[in-house]
């Protein structure tokens, strides 16, 4: 008798986990939860390999209104205006240049933490993908509030 052709298999890819800088890891294809039975395993969320595009452009977008948030603080401030954060504003007055890097990477560091989780749900069912959105929101209406600070 002859053995199943599952049992000739000498190396078994799932014996060990794939390598985080692998290329295997690298080129992932999950984009979403393989099983419906996996559903009910992953209540609070689950991990995916490639994201929607609509995720890169909301976060480059709250990026970008970061980027220009920290601009117009320093305009503002130039213009008479205060800091009220006071970790930002000692960071202004110890450098200017410091004050937007640190912004820049905080936000940078949340978005990518924020998109990697995207699936997932918090205090008591909020989407983390509405949380990001939510961000995007906020920053843009904080440009429309500085910009009608120095024009109007």
């Known amino acids: 008798m002859e053995l199943e052709r599952r ?17 295997k890891s690298l080129l992932g294809r999950r984009r979403h939860i393989r099983r419906a039975s996996d559903y009910s395993q992953h209540t609070s969320g689950y991990y995916v390999d490639w994201y929607a595009s609509s995720l890169l452009y909301v976060s480059l977008a709250t990026l970008l209104l970061c980027c220009t948030d920290a601009h117009l603080t320093l305009r503002l401030l130039s213009l008479g205006a205060q800091e009220i954060n006071i970790f930002m504003d000692a960071l202004i007055k110890a450098n200017p240049f410091l004050f937007v890097s640190v912004k820049v990477a905080l936000t940078s560091v949340a978005l990518v933490v924020l998109v990697a989780h995207h699936n997932f749900r918090i205090l008591g069912g909020l989407a983390v993908r509405h949380i990001i959105h939510g961000v995007f929101l906020m920053y843009l209406s904080l440009f429309a509030y500085e910009l009608s600070l120095i024009y109007v």
């Open 7 to 23: 049992h000739k298999i000498v190396y078994d890819r799932r014996s060990a986990p794939t390598r985080a800088l692998s290329i």
